[in-house]
């Protein structure tokens, strides 16, 4: 019976921001031990199991950071599958399942569902939870993973256990994030576990479950495979079909109502790195209870989290806060109202910033650009180009743009002319010159871009030919 890990890695974690972004959520970010990324960690929790290559399922958006996050640690032969629009959990497991079904072996392929961002130490513990869980998905029940809970948690959502079903038990219900009294119960029943948002079911049960108790939902998802293309390792299922798709989580669609559900308990150091907080809970401390990451020094300084992205962060004689450094913003919180921070990011919609959206620093399939520098009619940005990368062939109306080679080789397309520019050389782009930029060396391509007109926003684009597929 083949095992296909599923993971999810759709969120956007507006609770740690400033670090996690719209457009690089905290799944893509370096928080687990060892500079990995959530995700990486994730995939390589699964090393010594006996599963297949994974699915990943992502926003539109995020597939390039994806897939090079991927290939930064080797994974080979892993599926993307794109999201076009954000529709919970229950459609996204339903994208997997339907397209695990068309793989061979596929009546007995089992799903293992796993979150992109969860933070998870012990791997030897949830490598036995997963096995201790396969019997009973074999069996066709859908198990979920119920955290055994270390304290009187809140920000979770809860699951209460019944009687005895092989390494699980049946469940008797879910439970919403609860107030601290309901809480507090919880723990001292010793009958309800956390709701880790993980599972283990086969395809075709999960299927037939959906048929049964969102018809409508399956249509959508089984119109949208079916109208599905592949691009490199990318599945782009049809746009529309899945936005017409009704929006649930697997929870309320499928756990709760079928006869079917267990949950086995997972001891494992589990946290969803749900917030600033969550973070400090899992980090190095030194005497004092602080953690720190980046450039720091504290001084009198109790129980307080510091991460400090670019430059020196200080702090005197301070309890309990949160501080985060960014290149283009700081965020200063106490420690036990950190999940407020996703009230600020409302703010930053509301007043149509983007620091909400996008860091200073943009990742792009082919490198990343800086701005390090913004005035009325006059933007500064640097660019870096990965060996053998392209950018798009392209125009702007507004702006003309004035490239100067800090290191590497640049190949440039201007207009009819085609030539190479090395270190201290530069280039002018007119106003509506159609353009180039392409690294054909072997090491990154540096430069600095000075872009001058009326209008200098990332929509003054018109790609007119591009290799990563984006259009307009």
């Known amino acids: 019976m083949q095992v296909i890990p599923v993971i999810m890695a759709g969120g956007s974690g507006t609770r740690l921001w400033p670090l996690s972004r719209v457009q690089y959520p905290k799944q893509f970010l370096p928080l687990a031990p060892g500079g990995q990324t959530l995700l990486q960690a994730t995939v390589q929790r699964l090393a010594g199991l006996d599963v297949a290559s994974p699915l990943l399922i992502c926003n539109e958006e995020h597939r390039f950071l994806a897939a090079e996050q ?134 075709r049960r999960y299927i037939q479950e959906l048929e049964r108790f969102a018809p409508d939902m399956l249509k959508a998802c089984q119109a949208a495979i079916a109208g599905a293309h592949e691009d490199l390792t990318f599945v782009r299922v049809d746009k529309a079909s899945f936005e017409a798709c009704p929006s649930d989580s697997i929870d309320y669609v499928v756990m709760e109502k079928t006869a079917d559900a267990v949950v086995v308990p997972l001891g494992a150091g589990w946290t969803d790195v749900g917030s600033w907080s969550a973070l400090w809970d899992v980090s190095p401390k030194d005497d004092a209870g ?33 501080v985060v450094e960014t290149k283009d913003a700081v965020l200063v919180a106490s420690k036990d109202r950190v999940q407020d921070v996703k009230k600020v990011v409302e703010q930053l919609k509301a007043d149509s910033r983007s620091e909400h959206y996008n860091h200073r620093e943009v990742y792009r399939p082919w490198g990343i650009y800086d701005s390090i520098e913004k005035g009325t009619r006059y933007q500064v940005k640097r660019i870096t180009v990965k060996p053998g990368a392209k950018l798009s062939v392209q125009m702007h109306h507004h702006r003309a743009e004035h490239w100067i080679v800090v290191s590497g080789t640049a190949q440039i397309s201007n207009g009819d002319k085609t030539y190479l520019l090395t270190e201290n050389q530069s280039t002018y782009i007119p106003v509506g010159q159609v353009h180039a930029l392409e690294n054909p060396g072997k090491i990154p391509l540096e430069l600095i871009e000075v872009q001058s007109g009326s209008y200098l926003g990332e929509d003054d684009i018109v790609r007119l030919e591009d290799r990563y597929g984006r259009v307009g």
């Not at 994030?177 to 956390?194: I, N, T, V």
């Not at 720190?292 to 301070?318: E, K």
């Open 290 to 322: 602080n953690a720190v990451q980046g450039d720091a020094i504290l001084q009198d300084s109790v129980g307080t989290y510091v991460h400090a992205s670019n430059r020196l962060v200080a702090t005197v004689g301070v309890q309990n806060l949160v």
């Open 70 to 203: 991927l290939r930064a640690i080797g994974v080979e032969g892993a599926r993307i599958l794109l999201e076009p629009a954000g529709r919970n959990t229950a459609p996204a497991i339903a994208l997997a399942a339907l397209q695990a079904s068309k793989l061979p072996a596929a009546d007995d392929a089992v799903l293992l569902v796993l979150a992109a961002d969860h933070f998870i130490p012990d791997v030897a513990a949830f490598q036995r939870c997963v096995h201790a869980a396969l019997p009973l998905a074999q069996a066709g029940k859908l198990v979920a993973y119920g955290v055994v809970p270390t304290h009187a948690e809140t920000g979770y959502g809860y699951i209460e256990q019944g009687a005895a079903s092989g390494a699980g038990f049946v469940i008797s219900r879910f439970v919403e994030k609860p107030d601290a009294l309901a809480a507090q119960g919880y723990l001292e029943s010793g009958r309800f576990l956390w709701n880790s948002g993980m599972f283990m079911f086969k395809a």
